[in-house]
Nanobody, 124 residues
Framework: QVQLVESGGGLAQPGGSLRLSCAAS????????MGWFRQAPGKEREFVAAISWRGGTTYYGDSVKGRFTISRDNAKNTLYLQMNSLKPEDTALYYC?????????????????WGQGTQVTIYS
């Protein structure tokens, strides 16, 4: 069993930055890829970023490339998402998720554990 708890969401202005964290319980964190997804009201869940089990490979959604950076600290069982140059369209509930395999994937059905989410709101 894995529990994932996101934090770091909040309010920011366009052009600003936020850093999300995802704390994972259990000893399997370092054995699997991890990912971030988001869902805005009335929209489908969207892939944001994913990282391989050791952090050597990353994968980003087109809408966040060049602005967001995913990273992980396996010693701390923590996943991060650094979000820069934020835009109003980044407003959403952000979820972290644990993948079933070691390599990053944008497919939500390849993830078996999900956190409850942290809200990010970008306002002018």
């Amino acid at each position: 069993q894995v529990q994932l708890v996101e934090s770091g969401g909040g309010l920011a202005q366009p052009g600003g930055s936020l850093r999300l964290s995802c704390a994972a319980s259990g000893r399997t964190f370092s054995s699997y890829a991890m990912g971030w997804f988001r869902q805005a009201p009335g929209k489908e869940r969207e892939f944001v970023a994913a990282i391989s089990w050791r952090g050597g490979t990353t994968y980003y959604g087109d809408s966040v490339k060049g602005r967001f950076t995913i990273s992980r600290d396996n010693a701390k069982n923590t996943l991060y998402l650094q979000m820069n140059s934020l835009k109003p369209e980044d407003t959403a509930l952000y979820y972290c998720a644990k993948a079933r395999e070691v390599l990053p994937t944008p497919r939500a059905d390849e993830y078996d554990y999900w956190g409850q989410g942290t809200q990010v709101t970008i306002y002018s």
